[in-house]
């Protein structure tokens, strides 16, 4: 059964002789006249094209190129001949020229999968994989996010799977450009600044460089202030007319939101850390809560002085919670903090609306955003004569200069007592007593929205 029976004279394959080709139990080959080193194979079942040559490092002479097509139209099969010839050229001149048509055909085949590889949309994935593992990574998850709806999404980024080598300066100013005019400026900030990141990670590793082909760099060409129009700095914080409706409203919520945006506001801390307060970090018999320096802004542990409004809201909370888990704010029993935060600011800003509607009738409300209550704080207590000092140290900003070296002491005492001034004032002011998420019975399980 093996063996060759005959070898055919030297023909012009052409799709008819090759049709008519009969079966055999036995190969036979057809020689190409118009390639010599092609041939037809043809077996019992199948007819197939190879070619024959000695080539170096190689123990074979005979090398497979491809089948040619039963049931065929006459088309597909014209097309299988004509790549034949054309890859058995392209191995004859490569011969001569001293390669390897196998290691080449090997290479080509690496090349071609690293064009699909090397795609915006993977080499992108690949840098968002390493956001967490930065130094300062308290917004990774957040930017991640981002990142993923702007840059990783076909409907938003027409170039999210063109080969990273062929994205352009004009791609990316057309991309941003769209995100500023949605409209979201802000957005198109974060989006310029995490890709100049993303191209200078690139560049940074000569290997990864050499391997995706990129020179880009986005910071080169443009100007983020002429790019994206540059925002000054927010002022905005709620007046009192905002903050009686805001606090009343807040009084309504029920856990764990009601007593999240409570702290929010009692404290002045920012909405990550409130967020993802644990209590491990809370000390309620000496009214302290320690924001560890591997997720506070600085880099340093921030030393929180509870009043005695937020110690009891905690004290309430901590008798109530009926689960193990350690996050304070958690819609699951402790085991995760609170996130998504975009649905239940939703229904905040429609009941602040709401509320600030019916006190003051024909007043729009302006926009606001979570941040906007951190701001406020710092202006009550400044308004409450709060000493400076204190209240930069309350809201977690550093020392300076020789202070920052030389005083040493916590200050607890006196920011203590600036926030017990802050919440009472705020309670006043609310005309409404801290209810719904304050005065939960011991044992009694937690609502959830």
């Given amino acids: 059964m093996g063996g060759r029976e005959i070898e055919m004279p030297t023909k012009t394959l052409t799709v008819e002789l090759i049709e008519a080709a009969k079966p055999s139990a036995k190969e036979y080959e057809i020689r190409d006249l118009r390639v010599p080193k092609l041939v037809l194979v ?34 597909q099969a014209v097309q299988a001949l004509a790549d034949a010839r054309q890859l058995a050229e392209l191995w004859t001149t490569q011969i001569s020229l001293g390669l390897n048509p196998i290691r080449e055909a090997e290479q080509k085949q690496i090349r071609e999968a690293l064009v699909v590889r090397a795609t915006f949309r993977s080499v992108f994935g690949d840098f968002l994989r390493t956001l967490p593992h930065r130094d300062h990574n308290r917004t990774a998850h957040k930017d991640i996010r981002m990142l993923e709806r702007e840059l990783l999404d076909a409907e938003r980024n027409p170039f999210v799977d063109k ?19 949605r409209p979201a400026r802000s957005t198109a900030r974060r989006t310029f600044w995490q890709l100049n990141c993303f191209y200078r990670w690139i560049r940074s590793d000569d290997e990864r460089c050499e391997l995706y082909g990129v020179q880009l760099n986005p910071r080169d060409r443009f100007d983020p202030k002429k790019l994206v129009s ?46 993802r307060a644990q209590w491990s970090e809370i000390d309620l018999v000496n009214g302290t809560w320690i924001i560890p320096a591997n997720r506070y802004k600085t880099g340093s542990m921030q030393i929180v002085a509870l009043p005695p ?27 995760t903090p609170i996130n998504g935060f975009s649905k239940a600011v939703q229904r905040l800003r429609k009941q602040f609306a709401e509320e600030f509607a019916r006190e003051n009738p024909g007043i729009p409300l302006p ?24 209240a930069k140290l309350i809201m977690g900003h550093e020392k300076t200069g020789m202070d920052k070296v030389y005083d040493q002491y ?34 009694r399980t937690l609502l959830l929205e």
Wanted: aromatic share 10%.
């Fill in 42 to 75: 043809v077996g019992r079942q199948k007819k197939s094209f190879k070619f024959v040559s000695r080539i170096s490092g190689e123990k074979s002479t005979r090398f497979f190129l491809g089948e040619y097509p039963r049931g065929a139209t006459r088309d």
């Fill in 163 to 181: 080969p990273i080598d062929k994205v352009t300066y004009k791609d990316i100013q057309e991309l941003l450009n769209a995100i500023r005019d």
């Fill in 230 to 275: 540059k925002s000054g700095p927010r002022a905005r914080h709620f007046s009192t007319a905002e903050l009686r409706c805001l606090w009343r409203v807040i009084n309504k919520q029920v856990y764990p939101m009601g007593p999240y945006y409570g702290m929010l506001l009692i404290t002045g801390q920012r909405k990550s850390d409130v967020s």
């Fill in 309 to 335: 409004l937020a110690v009891q809201l905690l004290k309430n909370l901590h008798s109530a919670r009926g689960n193990q888990g350690d996050f304070v704010f958690s819609y699951n029993g402790g085991l």
């Fill in 367 to 390: 926009h606001w955003v979570l941040h906007d209550k951190r701001r406020t704080v710092r202006t009550r207590l400044a308004a409450l004569k709060v000493p400076k000092d204190i």
């Fill in 410 to 443: 916590a200050y607890l005492s006196e920011m203590r007592d600036a926030l017990d001034r802050w919440s009472r004032h705020l309670v006043a002011l609310g005309e409404a007593p801290v209810s719904r998420w304050l005065d939960l019975e011991p044992n």
